[in-house]
């Protein structure tokens, strides 16, 4: 199940860790988020609550401005980078870069089709 955090509230991750505590479904989630920062404050919380299992996380971006830095991002393995279609398609080279940088870091890459109509 993904669960995609929206906005920038700081309360909500703990919030959404509970929940899925509560429900035993750390299994079977992955956290995504166009807001960044999510990701830092979900590690944090995770210490906080003393959480340990593999919490999963999608950077969505449908701007090329949004796609992490991941010479600085402390993604782990299999985390995920879904980038909007027309990213690809606009920006093809500078996309095709830096998905083979997210590689380097064992992220899987996945293309998102929003508004296809």
Not at 42 to 48: L, Q
Request: proline share 3%; with cysteine.
């Amino acid at each position: 199940m993904n669960i995609e955090l929206k906005g920038n509230h700081n309360a909500v991750v703990e919030k959404v860790f509970e929940l899925v505590d509560e429900l035993k479904m750390w299994d079977q989630i992955t956290v995504s988020s166009f807001h960044h920062p999510y990701y830092a404050q979900m590690e944090e919380a995770k210490r906080r609550m003393k959480i340990t299992e593999r919490i999963y996380f999608g950077f969505l971006a449908h701007k090329i401005e949004e796609i992490p830095d991941y010479s600085t991002v402390q993604c782990q393995d299999d985390d995920s980078l879904n980038l909007d279609i027309q990213l690809l398609t606009s920006h093809r080279h500078v996309i095709l870069e830096k998905i083979e940088k997210a590689k380097e870091k064992k992220t899987k890459n996945k293309i998102l089709f929003p508004n296809v109509g």
